[in-house]
């Protein structure tokens, strides 16, 4: 099975832009989780949709949002950028849900504000 | 969320087994302790979770102490690859929380040759 895509892999923006990521899951996982990651904070959840529902959100401003389509694939938005948006963002997809599940990750998309 | 407490980095030889430590004293009931680790310039990746039992699977070995207070992954030969940062995560069941892995510092590991 191929493993979890995100595109772009790179990409760099200027403060106040938009942003659109796209992550593709595993055939057949219907649950998508978008992850942050920067030097100083780590890995931080953002939110989970499954669906095409958000299920499970993190402490993020509004300006971080995302959507699920019927096919699972999954895009989150960033709006107005900063430069402390600046980080990898990850997805992970897995099959279901609780009460454990194994969450597989894509490789990240590097976005770069300037 | 029950908080998990690891050392910051650990050294080990290459063809020796690696004990990575985990302290989760808060823990309940129901929460799941998983592992995950990050090798450098990817995404985590998924290595085992358990509930009471020890587990066992390709990749490692998941110690459970009777208590549930900690737990170790055990790495029985440590090869070069699996120098990462290795994370323990503690999941809890029920719709509030699904799809949501809550990453700590982690643990360095450091494989020398």
């Known amino acids: 099975k191929a493993g979890v895509t995100q595109t772009p892999r790179y990409l760099i923006k200027t403060r106040g832009q938009q942003v659109t990521l796209s992550c593709s899951p595993i055939?057949?996982?219907?649950?998508v989780s978008w992850y942050q990651q920067t030097p100083g904070q780590g890995l931080q959840f953002l939110f989970e949709?499954?669906?095409?529902?958000?299920?499970n959100k993190g402490n993020f401003p509004g300006r971080f949002s995302g959507r699920q389509f019927s096919n699972s694939r999954s895009e989150m938005n960033v709006s107005t950028l900063e430069l402390g948006d600046s980080a990898l963002y990850l997805c992970?997809?897995?099959?279901?849900?609780?009460?454990?599940?194994?969450?597989?990750f894509g490789p990240g998309t590097r976005l770069t504000v300037t | 969320d029950a908080k998990t407490t690891q050392p910051n980095s650990m050294e080990s030889n290459e063809e020796e087994p690696v004990h990575l430590p985990c302290n989760h004293s808060?823990?309940?009931?129901?929460?799941?302790i998983h592992w995950y680790r990050q090798l450098p310039s990817q995404g985590p990746e998924y290595v085992i979770h358990?509930?009471?039992s020890n587990v066992n699977n390709r990749m490692a070995s998941l110690a459970i102490a009777e208590d549930r207070k900690s737990s170790t992954l055990i790495l029985h030969r440590a090869t070069l690859r699996d120098a990462a940062v290795y994370y323990c995560?503690?999941?809890?069941?029920?719709?509030?929380?699904?799809?949501?892995?809550?990453f700590g510092q982690g643990t360095t590991l450091q494989v020398k040759p």
């Open positions: 992970a997809s897995s099959l279901a849900g609780p009460p454990a599940y194994e969450q597989y």
């Open positions: 055939s057949g996982h219907r649950s």
């Open positions: 949709y499954f669906s095409e529902t958000q299920r």
């Open positions: 808060t823990i309940s009931g129901t929460d799941y």
């Open positions: 358990g509930l009471t």
């Open positions: 995560i503690l999941t809890l069941p029920g719709s509030g929380n699904t799809g949501k892995l809550i």
